[in-house]
């Protein structure tokens, strides 16, 4: 089967003097709770099967993959550096590849902060294997103990006398070994640690600096056709009719037809299914022809009748009747009538689109029998699923590639792309690329919902807390993807702070029906709520006539591990020592000048504990700056510190960018933004210093591409009320009257 045209170093010829499957060295890596095949029968000596993680080629490299996609959060370095930690061998010496799709890696997504934190101890003990097997190799080779031999730098050392022999010279030996028990192997101490904590570039790092990486939108396979998707022009409408004889009159274009809906038997439209969009394909010779003959389609669009589909809807507060309780502690209304003083605000967030720096675009080869594409998504095991369920493919007729791809931040969770370029290939029994541009993107997203947060808290004569109330509405993703279970379950946790630490707390969830599409965008719902939460924490400060740090202080101190819900407790020393950290990094407390503020913000998402402070300038016709940002990171071990401060900037960057101009409006069906023209990112020239710090601990890693958001918006108003005077309750702070 021929493989698209693409960037691919060459490699030597694997042993021909050892018959192990794959064709190279292979080391039989089984991981409970790691695959769902059952436990392999003891493997006899030499002839072990194909091992997922570890490779070894003979020219003297081992190559490891990477078996979670990677969108820049930059698990195809982290991953293998894990494996190569507990292998024991340098980084000099390794290759990575990017694993495609198959179940026996178990688990392969980017989302939710959780690759490394998810993969961090079976990695480790995928590594180990390797490395015990290799030192019992080594030990027989050198007739010695195996207790008596320690593995480094890719050696075998046999410590009495210092003999060391090579890896590469014990690859005659190790199909002797006995695979050995992954629950039983010994695990480096971190101490010990030299790959780990090492800063290393991304493997990939020189070719997309020079060019050479190919994403799929640089793929070609022989005989392909390339195509698009004009969809409607309303998120209600879909498509009646076009004109198919002009539009195959068009120069260069092959085929054009209606990809409808109706034609897959209502699947396409199932909320827990891809959200499809019904539209017109245009299939043709090159991106130029199907792209620029887009607006020569003659189209008969229909609209049902209906509500109208409005973004405004969703932030109306008239609206909230009833709000369901998601979590009750104590008797927050008794504690209201018996305090010395409360406060109450309500902020408002909008929705929200990803826009990845590469559309959604898909590369596939299909026929009835057998579907391979070639697909930049977060979730290929969605990908498979979706297309079974809606196209009819068995599993084994599935061949899924997921080569790096430009930034996904939620978006490309969702499968929509890919099913219209499996859909395409099929229908013109050709290879098919198909293309989104920019306003298909912006304008068929899977938008981060719309909010309004309302809440209020109490407090005592002594001035600790007594009282919390957080009642949020807004257009829940549950129901929108059909999932089960209750509306706020993707919107207002349980546990969303402060609970656990105030007696008598009430969540509160209101849901608005929107005919919306909605989908994860990245921190999902702390995205939004702690920019109400963390701003109302500012507020109290003021309304208690005390400092911001002073407020967390009264609900975090003396808390230790608090019992927040379930299982789930609350490391409340460690959200303190960012707190501590940050503001020694910031001089929090130091006077500023006039126009200059600081704000502070910290929280905990995804196992990493996260403080920031924003310094803003507001000068007197609203112009607002932020010429420094500085960021204390509890995320336990960091595996690659390059890595780690790369996806803290990236990740502050972005909640900057959201902050300042992030806002989708839908009246009446129609996406009123398309581009980078109206719906703005931040230039290089408006970039803040950012200064990092991480706290050093032995703790296992938590997440990393997603904790850092959230305090963003809540600290970056904050600075606004300590520059300017002026609370910001509604985001983004381009409809507040200033000057970005």
């Not at 009642?471 to 279970?485: K, V």
Request: hydrophobic content about 40%; proline content about 8%; overall charge negative.
């Amino acid at each position: 089967m021929e493989k698209p045209t693409t960037h691919r170093p060459d490699r030597r010829n694997f042993l021909k003097t050892i018959s192990l499957a794959g064709g190279g060295i292979c080391i039989a890596v089984y991981l409970p709770g790691c695959t769902n095949a059952p436990e392999p029968e003891p493997l006899p000596p030499v002839d072990l099967p194909f091992t997922p993680f570890v490779k070894i080629d003979p020219a003297g490299r081992f190559i490891l993959l990477a078996k979670n996609p990677e969108i820049g959060q930059g698990v195809k370095t982290a991953l293998p550096m894990i494996i190569a930690e507990e292998m024991a061998i340098p980084w000099s010496s390794v290759s990575v590849e990017q694993a495609d799709f198959h179940e026996k890696y178990d688990g392969q997504w980017a989302g939710g902060s959780l690759a490394v934190r998810v993969n961090w101890t079976a990695m480790r003990k995928a590594g180990a294997m390797v490395r015990t097997v290799f030192l019992e190799a080594g030990a027989r080779k050198m007739g010695v103990d195996p207790a008596q031999c320690t593995a480094q730098e890719g050696r075998v050392i046999h410590t009495p006398d210092n003999r060391a022999v090579s890896y590469f010279d014990l690859l005659d030996l190790i199909g002797e070994i006995q695979a050995p028990d992954p629950e039983q192997v010994q695990l480096k101490s971190p101490d010990a640690f030299q790959v780990i904590g090492a800063s290393i570039s991304d493997p990939d790092l020189k070719d997309m600096v020079t060019g050479k990486l190919r994403y799929v939108s640089d793929l070609t396979l022989p005989d392909m056709l390339y195509a698009t998707v004009v969809k409607p022009p309303s998120l209600s409408a879909r498509v009646v009719g076009f004109d198919r004889e002009q539009a195959l009159a068009l120069p260069g274009i092959r085929e054009a037809f209606i990809l409808d809906n109706e034609e897959y038997g209502g699947r396409l439209l199932r909320p827990n299914s891809p959200n499809f969009r019904s539209g017109v394909v245009l299939v043709g010779d090159s991106t130029w022809a199907v792209l620029s003959n887009r607006k020569n389609l003659k189209i008969e669009w229909e609209t049902p009748e209906g509500p109208p589909i409005r973004s405004a809807d969703i932030l109306d507060e008239r609206a909230i009747r009833n709000p369901a309780t998601v979590r009750k502690d104590g008797d927050f209304r008794k504690a209201v009538n018996a305090a010395a003083g409360t406060l109450t605000a309500q902020y408002k967030v909008p929705l929200l689109a990803h826009v990845p720096m590469e559309p959604m675009n898909c590369l596939a080869r299909a026929t009835l029998e057998t579907c391979e594409i070639w697909a930049p998504t977060q979730n290929p095991g969605s990908v498979a699923a979706a297309l079974t369920e809606v196209l009819g493919y068995a599993p084994e007729q599935i061949t899924i590639h997921t080569p790096r791809m430009g930034g996904g931040f939620g978006r490309r969770y969702y499968v929509d792309y890919a099913i219209e370029a499996v859909a395409v290939s099929r229908k013109v029994n050709r290879p098919v690329k198909v293309i989104w541009t920019r306003e298909d993107d912006v304008q068929n997203d899977f938008y981060r919902p719309a909010g309004v947060h309302r809440l209020q808290a109490c407090w005592d004569d002594a001035g600790q807390f007594s009282g919390w109330n957080h009642l949020m509405s807004n257009a829940s993703r549950n129901t929108y993807l059909g999932r089960d279970g209750n509306p706020w379950g993707t919107e207002l946790d349980e546990y969303e702070f402060p609970a656990g630490l105030i007696s008598n707390l009430h969540f509160q969830y209101h849901e608005i029906k929107a005919n919306i599409p909605l989908g994860q965008w990245r921190a999902v719902s702390h995205s939004s709520n702690a920019f109400a939460v963390l701003s109302f924490l500012d507020e109290l400060a003021a309304a208690m006539s005390t400092d911001t740090v002073q407020v967390y202080h009264k609900l975090l101190d003396g808390k230790g591990m608090a019992p927040v819900t379930g299982r789930f407790q609350l490391d409340t020393d460690r959200v303190l020592a960012v707190l501590e950290r940050v503001t020694r990094m910031a001089g929090w407390g130091e006077p500023s000048p006039p126009g200059t503020g600081k704000g502070i913000a910290a929280g905990y998402f995804q196992g990493a504990f996260v403080a920031e402070v924003v310094e803003v300038q507001v000068d007197e016709e609203n112009r607002l700056t932020v010429p420094r940002i500085w960021a204390a990171v509890d995320c336990g071990v960091v595996v690659n510190p390059k890595g780690a401060r790369a996806q803290v900037e990236g990740a502050i960057l972005e909640g900057l960018c959201a902050a300042f101009y992030g806002k989708i409006t839908v009246e009446d069906g129609v996406v009123r933004q398309s581009n980078f023209h109206d719906y703005p990112w931040i230039r290089i020239g408006q970039a803040p210093d950012i200064e990092i710090e991480f706290i050093k601990n032995d703790h296992p890693p938590g997440g990393l591409g997603e904790p850092p958001l959230p305090p963003v918006a809540p600290a970056l108003c904050n600075a606004v009320f300590a520059a300017a005077g002026r609370r910001i309750r509604e985001l983004p702070l381009a409809d507040q009257g200033f000057i970005i």
